[in-house]
C-alpha cells in the first residue's frame, strides 16, 4: 500500500496545504484503492478527479459517500431497488458543505436499504463484507462506509445514525463514528427514515478527523427547518489526560447482555480511564431497557410516513402492472421494497393505525420523554457517560437475519442516545479474539467538544492498532 | 398480537401488495416484534408528556419573498412517465 493511504485525512490535508502532496496524488491513490474493493463497500465511484483550490481547508481529502445522501446527477439510491438509477436535482447541504470545505466525493458507499439494518445486510446491492473478516458483516447500517475506512479503501466518510448506524458499524470494524447532537447538521437531501432521530456524521480512522470533519459538517440550514448549527466552533482535541472528568457508568447498559470479549475490553477501557485522572461513578438510565422498545414504534411510525413518497409516480422505479392507480402504487412499492423495509413500515402503520396509535406511538413517544429526563439527571452527577457500542463482535453473515428482534438488540446500547438527541462517539477500545470492541462515550447535547477532547485521551492511552484490517 | 386480516388491513393502508408469502411470514414476524414492544406496557406513564422531537423550536420562518423554485425540466427529469407538462399516471377511475 502506498504511504500516502497511511496518512490520516488530518495529515493529509496538512501535507496538501504544505506543498508536500498534491490533491490529484491524493485522488489517485484512493481512487485505485476503491476501484479494488472486494468488500462491496462502493455503489458508485467517481471517475473524475475533481478540482480542489490551493488553500482548501481538507485540502481534497477525498470523502466516501452513504447512499442516503442525495448527490446532484450522481446515483442516490438508499441501496433500495426502488430508487435504483435515480440522479437527484440538487445535493444535500453536509455534502455540498464538504465539498466547499475541499473533502470531494470519492464514491458512494453502501448500507442497508433505507438505513434500515445493524448489518448491511438489508442493502438491494449486496451485503458488505468486514475487512477484519471477511465472512463477517460491518454493522449497519453504514457498513459500506465503516468498512471503506477501515480497510483504507477511503481516508473517510460520511453516514447517518438514527439509532445507531454510525456508532455500531464503527464499532464493528474498529473505526471512529461520531453521531452528533440532533439538529447540529442540516438533514437537506439525506432521504429521511425517521426524521426526529436521523442526523449524519463523520466515520473515520481517528478522533483527529471525526473533529475536523465534524467542524465542516454543522451549521443551521434554511432548508432544514429544525437545524439549529453548533452553539461553538469544533475544536481540534488536544487532550492527553482526563483529570477532574467524571464518568458515568449506568449498570442497565453495562450489565448483563454483554459478550464477555466485550466486558473485558471495556474493563480495561474504565481502568484506563482512572489512570489518566477520570472518576468513574455509577449512574442510574432507569428506563433505558425500554428504549428499544419506544425506538421500534417511533422510528417505523416516522419511516411509514417518508416512504408513502416512493409510489412510482415522480422518480425511481414504478412497475409494469399499471392498470389501475391504486395497482401502480402497491406494485411499485412490492416490487421495489426489501423484505425489512416492508416489515417496517407494517409495524409504523399499524402502531399509527385508528385504535392502536395511543398505545403504540403515544406509550413510545412517552417513554421518549422518560428516556431524556434520565440523561438529564445523570449528566447532572458526571460529564460523560460511557458504555460498550455494541454488546457484541461483529457478527457472521447469515446470523441474525431470521430472528429480526435479535438484530434490533444490536442497537440496545446505542438506540437510548438517539431518543434524547444526545451526541455520542463510538473509538476502538480493543480487540475480543481478533475483533474490534467499541466503546461510547456520550455527553450532554452540543458536548461534543467535550466527548471529542476525552475520547483524543482515551485514543493515545490505548493505542489501538487497525492494521490488520488493511489489505 | 396481529392476526392475518389484520395483517391484509394494514397492508392496504400502507398501499403494499404482499405475497402469500409474505402475508403469513409478516404474521409471525409483527406479532414477535409487537410482543417485545408491548413491555412498554408495563411502565406508568400516565402523567407523562410525550416528546416528537428533541429539539425546542416552533415557528421556524424565513421571509415571504418569491424565488425561483427546481424547473419544471429538472422536476420531470427522473419521472418514470411524463407528458413533458406533468407526471403521468393511469386514471384513479379506471
Redesign the interface.
Known sequence: MSEIVELTAAAAAERVRAGELSPGELWEAYRERAAADSLNAFLWLADDAPDVAADAPLGGVPLGVKDLFCTEGVPSAAASKILEGYRPPYTATAIELLARAGAPMLGKTNMDEFAMGSSNENSAFGAVRNPWDASRVPGGSSGGSAAAVAAGLAPWAIGTDTGGSIRQPASLCGIVGLKPTYGSISRYGMIAFASSLDQAGPLTRDVTDAALMLRHMVGRDECDSTSTGHPEEIALPSAERLDGIRFGVPPELTGEGLEPGVREVFETTLKRIEELGGTLQEVALPHSGHAISAYYVIAPAEASANLARFDGVRYGRRTERTETLLSLYEQTREEGFGPEVKRRIMLGTYALSSGYYDAYYGSAQRVRTKIAEDFRNAFDAVDLIVTPTSPSVAFGIGERVDDPWAMYLSDVLTVPMSLAGIPAISIPGGLSEGLPVGIQLAGPAFSENRILDAAHALELATGFDRSAARG | M?DRE??LH??R???????ED?VE??TG??S???G??????E?D?DD????????A?EN?L?PDEPRPS?PRD??L?????SDGAG?R????G?
Open positions: 396481529i389484520q395483517v394494514v397492508a393502508l400502507a398501499r403494499l401488495r404482499l405475497s409474505e411470514a409478516m414476524e409483527l414477535s416484534v409487537l417485545h414492544i408491548e413491555k412498554i406496557g411502565l406513564l407523562v408528556v410525550p416528546t416528537s422531537h428533541v429539539v423550536l421556524v424565513r427546481l429538472a422536476a427529469a427522473e419521472a418514470p412517465d407526471f399516471v393511469p386514471s384513479p379506471a
